[in-house]
């Protein structure tokens, strides 16, 4: 697998994984603001992925070698974006293709997915929490 098949799977399964645990992810206080993106801490996403693809779990001790840096890993495999946004151009997306195959749109409400106001989190790395000081 090279580099760009590698960041295009970890996408996929992080947004997988992201959709169907939203509910209780949305209000646990891993949510921090890294480069004008809000996400879950680098140290979740890794943590997570490293349980979804098992490749990671070869190629990751040698970018920690690199760079121990979790938010620039983060980065470097296109993970720094909002899931919630992601989801939600995706569904987007979707319904224009089924209406233009004139299918019912997806059902885009999942219970327990509306937007978190008070989300507290620590600072992670580099990047800082959206929670109180």
């Known amino acids: ?36 993106q809000r996400r879950p801490s680098s ?14 779990t070869a190629f990751l001790p040698l970018v920690v070698d690199l760079n121990s840096n979790p938010d620039r890993i983060v980065m470097a495999l296109g993970l720094n974006f909002n899931p919630d946004r992601a989801l939600d151009s995706m569904d987007k997306g979707n319904a224009i293709i089924n209406e233009a195959k004139l299918l ?3 059902a885009k409400v999942i219970p327990g997915s509306e937007p978190v106001s008070r989300v507290y989190a620590k600072r992670d790395e580099d990047c800082g929490g959206s929670g109180r000081k």
């Open 43 to 56: 140290s979740f996403i890794l943590a997570t992925l490293s349980v979804l693809e098992p490749e990671l």
């Open 104 to 106: 019912p749109a997806r």
């Open 1 to 36: 697998m090279n580099i760009e098949q590698l960041r295009q799977s970890l996408k996929d399964k992080w947004l997988v994984y992201y959709r169907d645990n939203r509910p209780w992810l949305a209000r646990l206080a891993v949510w921090v603001n890294c480069n004008g």
